[in-house]
């Protein structure tokens, strides 16, 4: 089955600590992207790539940090500047010229 | 600037009563334009899009979708909502950098 994955569904870290969440795809699209949603705020977009070994700022991506050394994948580092993650974070990716995303199920991140 | 706004934050319609969603959006150029649905705690699922063409667009789930360029609109509808529809809906466009640009989203509450 195409589509893509996110792991792990729930992630809990200790302030202080970078964490990093695992975005998949097997559509074998070029680009990818990366939301964080908080109740009442919609989608923010972190971190996007439109090719591998290249990527863009969104429009907060303070205290985050993605790299895409493969076509698949795209991870995302929430790192200790970060001044408030707990939210529910979405990786998406798009093959098409007309910018169609496909979502992942998301990890919602909680810090303790 | 380009922008998406869907003035409802919150409906609640009975099951079987027709259901309509605003969404107005603010893009120069020909728009592409999604809606999408989230349950709780879940990922993004495209419900219909519209590119071109008939302005009238179906969709899955039974729903579909009109778009008026003179209004700037792309209003979803249902003709009868099942208990099922309670989510959250995000209206989207397709800017012209490869993003796409989400509405605040419209949560939906089915009333039995």
């Known amino acids: 089955d195409g589509g893509i994955t996110q792991s792990p569904k729930y992630l809990f870290r200790k302030e202080g600590q970078n964490v990093t969440l695992s975005c998949e795809q097997n559509l074998n699209h070029d680009a990818m992207y990366w939301y964080r949603q908080d109740p009442g705020q919609g989608l923010r977009l972190i971190y996007y790539?439109?090719?591998?070994?290249?990527?863009q700022k969104g429009d907060i991506a303070e205290g985050y940090s993605v790299s895409r050394e493969k076509k698949e994948s795209f991870p995302l580092t929430v790192t200790s500047a970060q001044k408030n993650p707990t939210a529910f974070y979405l990786c998406?990716?798009?093959?098409?010229?007309?910018?169609?995303?496909?979502f992942g199920p998301g990890t919602r991140l909680t810090v303790l | 600037a380009q922008s998406v706004t869907q003035p409802d934050i919150h409906i609640t319609v009975s099951e079987g009563a027709s259901l309509e969603l605003r969404c107005n959006y603010s893009?120069?150029?020909?728009?592409?334009l999604f809606w999408y649905v989230q349950s709780p705690g879940q990922g993004l699922q495209l419900l219909l899009k519209y590119f071109s063409g008939d302005t009238l667009v179906q969709g899955i789930k039974g729903f579909e979708a009109e778009f008026k360029r003179s209004q700037s609109s792309f209003n979803l509808r249902k003709p009868s909502v099942h208990w099922s529809d309670a989510a959250e809906y995000f209206c989207?466009?397709?800017?012209?950098?490869?993003?796409?640009?989400f509405g605040q989203g419209t949560t939906l509450q089915v009333k039995p």
């Open positions: 893009y120069g150029a020909t728009p592409y």
């Open positions: 989207a466009v397709a800017g012209n950098t490869g993003k796409l640009i």
């Open positions: 790539s439109q090719i591998v070994n290249d990527f």
């Open positions: 998406a990716s798009s093959g098409t010229s007309y910018n169609e995303q496909f």
